[in-house]
């Protein structure tokens, strides 16, 4: 669910051929799609210079427009999109996972501590989780004590994951290559809303989206690569000495 701009044929064409239905985004026929550019360097450090273009007319979608939905994410969007999308979670009774990812400065401490009161789960990597807690005076166990996890990424050090009263330490999964890590974080997000969708339990849940951002770190691109099922249950079993079960 999203909005894009007079430029975004090319892409809705590669979504058609991938079967990712487009039902609920909408065209913003006098902008440009939202478009980042990241510069990395050897060390993994990283640059971001971003045009939000359509993505400012984000709150003009409504998560009441889809039906049948379970679980939602307010990620990075327009400012009023996220604050409108959170609120219409609430309001449907859907449970949703708050990533404010790179739109943090938009926000102040205040407005953070109405997201997470509404928020099911929230997922942040280890900068924002520090800005997080510098803006609402929250440490990573009080903001576990509001919703259902906390997740951290970490990076190569992998994440931790924060319930009521405990922290869950999920260690990486082996890449067979370290190539560009621009779209790890949405990867290990994937891994994450499978998991939740599925019901499974934090350290599988957290193990999933490990391995979902090694086999993204041994791509150039975000969008570039493909995988079985099987073929991820053959790399869990690897990775982490167990299998992956009837998941």
Request: proline share 4%.
């Amino acid at each position: 669910m999203g909005t894009v701009g007079k430029d975004f044929g090319p892409y809705a064409e590669w979504l058609d051929q991938h079967g990712i239905p487009r039902d609920h985004i909408k065209a913003i026929n006098n902008a440009y799609t939202a478009q980042a550019f990241i510069t990395t360097d050897k060390d993994d450090n990283q640059i971001t210079a971003f045009h939000p273009g359509a993505m400012d007319f984000a709150h003009e979608v409504s998560v009441a427009d889809a039906q049948g939905v379970r679980i939602g994410i307010v990620s990075p969007d327009g400012r009023q999109g996220m604050i409108d999308h959170a609120e219409q979670f609430v309001e449907a009774g859907i449970p949703f996972v708050f990533d404010p990812g790179q739109a943090m400065p938009l926000f102040t401490g205040d407005d953070f501590k109405v997201f997470i009161e509404q928020a099911t789960w929230v997922c942040v990597n280890d900068y924002e989780s520090q800005l997080l807690q510098d803006r609402t005076g929250w440490s990573p166990h009080d903001i576990a004590e509001r919703v259902d996890a906390l997740i951290v990424t970490r990076g190569g050090e992998g994440s931790h994951i924060y319930l009521s009263g405990k922290r869950m330490d999920i260690p990486t999964a082996p890449a067979n290559a370290i190539v560009d890590p621009t779209g790890c974080g949405d990867a290990f997000r994937g891994g994450l809303l499978y998991g939740l969708m599925n019901e499974l339990d934090w350290e599988v849940t957290g193990r999933i989206a490990a391995l979902m951002g090694a086999i993204k770190i041994e791509q150039h691109g975000t969008q570039n690569h493909s995988f079985t099922l099987d073929e991820f249950r053959d790399r869990y079993q690897s990775a982490f000495g167990e299998g992956l079960g009837a998941v």
